[in-house]
């Protein structure tokens, strides 16, 4: 499907603003947010998201710490700064912004386009941030902190569970080796064009599928399967007798 003037498509337009839950009363702003400097050097008339990244960094590190200081009254002003720091990050942004698609409906440069800018995690991270400043300009601060919320209330409760609490590769790495004596292996592939992939992830223990999950990057679908594959384990040791609990500890081929 082509593209609209201005490099604007309505279907990637209505796509990401129902992701979003928000719809725009000023489309002009969601519009701002998605556009690359690439695509204002090619054109010469438009401002590019930079300065939307400025504001929505700002809000998001406000609504993180918000959330973070009311929901978890006592942990430590440091273990508050870790959480905000993790979750807040590049990489983190990065992935949010693959699981809404965001690369679908950015406006990039012919060059930009054409190198895979699409998928580039820092591309990603700062239009995530544009994005959340586009929603508090138009709404206001209580749809940023809803969609805020939205996307990282699980990241950062896990991240509050305490340190690797939010990465469930390290999880099971660790329950593998106490109670296989071996470490996890991943495969994954992708289906999908570049600007759009789908990556699934299978862990194996034993030489047994244990756990398969999918996601829009390669880390989110190797966590998935992390994830089913350490409550797996988990449900095996806990309902396990001491005697089988032993030859689970041992592990076999």
Same mark, same amino acid.
Request: charged share 30%; proline share 4%; hydrophobic share 40%.
């Given at each position: !499907?082509?593209? #609209? !003037?201005?490099?604007?498509?309505? #279907? ?6 129902? &992701? ?17 400097? *690439?695509?204002? @050097?090619?054109? $010469?008339?438009?401002?590019? /998201? ?24 006592? %942990?430590?002003?440091?273990?508050? =700064? ?14 949010? =912004?693959?699981? %809404?698609?965001?690369? #679908? ?11 895979? $800018? ?9 239009? !995530? ?10 709404? $206001? ?23 690797? $609490? ?10 593998? &080796? ?28 034993? /030489?047994?599928?244990?756990? =398969? +999950?999918?996601?829009? *990057?390669?880390? &989110? ?15 095996? #040791? @806990?309902?396990? @007798? ?6 689970? +500890?041992?592990?076999?081929?």
């Amino acid at each position: !499907m082509g593209r #609209a !003037m201005h490099g604007v498509d309505p #279907a990637h337009d209505a796509r990401l603003q129902a &992701a979003l839950g928000w719809h725009f009363a000023d489309p002009e702003l969601l519009h701002r947010a998605l556009t690359h400097r *690439s695509y204002c @050097s090619e054109h $010469g008339v438009e401002e590019s /998201n930079e300065r939307f990244e400025f504001l929505g960094d700002a809000v998001l590190g406000f609504v993180v710490t918000t959330f973070a200081f009311e929901q978890f009254p006592r %942990l430590p002003e440091g273990e508050l =700064a870790k959480l905000r720091a993790a979750v807040v990050s590049a990489e983190a942004l990065a992935d949010i =912004a693959q699981e %809404l698609d965001l690369g #679908a409906s950015l406006r990039l440069g012919k060059g930009e386009d054409a190198s895979g $800018g699409r998928a580039k995690p820092s591309i990603l991270a700062d239009a !995530m941030e544009a994005v959340i400043a586009a929603v508090y300009l138009d709404g $206001g601060l209580e749809p940023a902190t809803r969609l805020v919320v939205a996307v990282l209330e699980r990241r950062i409760r896990e991240q509050a569970t305490g340190p690797g $609490g939010q990465d469930y590769k390290t999880r099971l790495q660790e329950l593998a &080796a106490q109670r296989c004596d071996q470490l996890p292996r991943y495969q994954v592939r992708h289906e999908g064009p570049d600007h759009s992939k789908r990556f699934f992830a299978v862990v194996s223990l034993r /030489n047994e599928e244990y756990g =398969a +999950g999918e996601g829009r *990057s390669k880390k &989110a679908a190797e966590q998935a399967a992390a994830r089913i594959a350490w409550e797996r384990l988990q449900g095996e #040791a @806990s309902s396990a @007798s001491p005697d089988r609990g032993d030859r689970i +500890g041992v592990g076999d081929a």
